[in-house]
């Protein structure tokens, strides 16, 4: 706990000297800095300037699709690693053990599996919840807009992340 208040602490510094050294008016076609929540064991806070070009990054969402890396994509999205997929699902009630069936043959597992419910945060059923615990993946079900920054933040860090996003505009 004492980590998250110091660098709770630590960030309005931060922001002020990075505005101080960003001129008011960047070019829309250069690219957003990324800010990594990586602590070290000296609880310092690591910017990263430029993402690897076949890294994924979510970088806008919209009612009916995501922009990553530049690119607008239309309706739901499943991302493992750095692979990106259409996916047919339109709600959570059409996600299912079948629609998430590559995790059963996928190597390495990803150790997460963020699934994103649309406009807002939705129960997952149990059954759907048993599967994907069989995969060996955990799962984080969170509104879309938290689920693409939080497939950032891990993907960023390196881990082995997956993402299943609904658009934003998906309500039940």
């Not at 069936?101 to 048993?130: D, H, K, M, W």
């Not at 069989?134 to 938290?146: F, H, I, P, Q, Y």
């Not at 693409?148 to 998906?170: C, D, F, H, K, Q």
Request: hydrophobic residues 40%; aromatic residues 6%.
């Amino acid at each position: 706990m004492a980590v998250r208040e110091k660098a709770v602490a630590t960030l309005p510094t931060l922001m002020r000297a990075m505005r101080r050294r960003t001129p008011n008016h960047m070019p829309s076609s250069q690219p957003l800095p990324s800010l990594r929540r990586a602590f070290s064991l000296y609880d310092q806070i690591n910017l990263i300037d430029n993402v690897p070009e076949d890294q994924l990054r979510f970088q806008q969402f919209t009612d009916t699709g995501f922009r990553v890396n530049g690119v607008h994509y239309e309706g739901s999205l499943l991302c493992v690693g750095n692979l990106l997929m259409s996916w047919h699902p339109k709600k959570l009630s059409e996600v299912t053990s079948e629609s998430l069936s590559i995790f059963q043959t996928l190597r390495p597992v990803p150790e997460i599996l963020i699934l994103g419910c649309g406009r807002y945060i939705q129960p997952v059923n149990p059954e759907l919840r048993a599967f994907i615990r069989s995969t060996g993946m955990k799962l984080e079900a969170v509104d879309s807009r938290n689920a693409a920054s939080t497939y950032n933040i891990l993907n960023e860090e390196g881990r082995i992340v997956a993402a299943a996003l609904l658009p934003y505009g998906v309500e039940s």
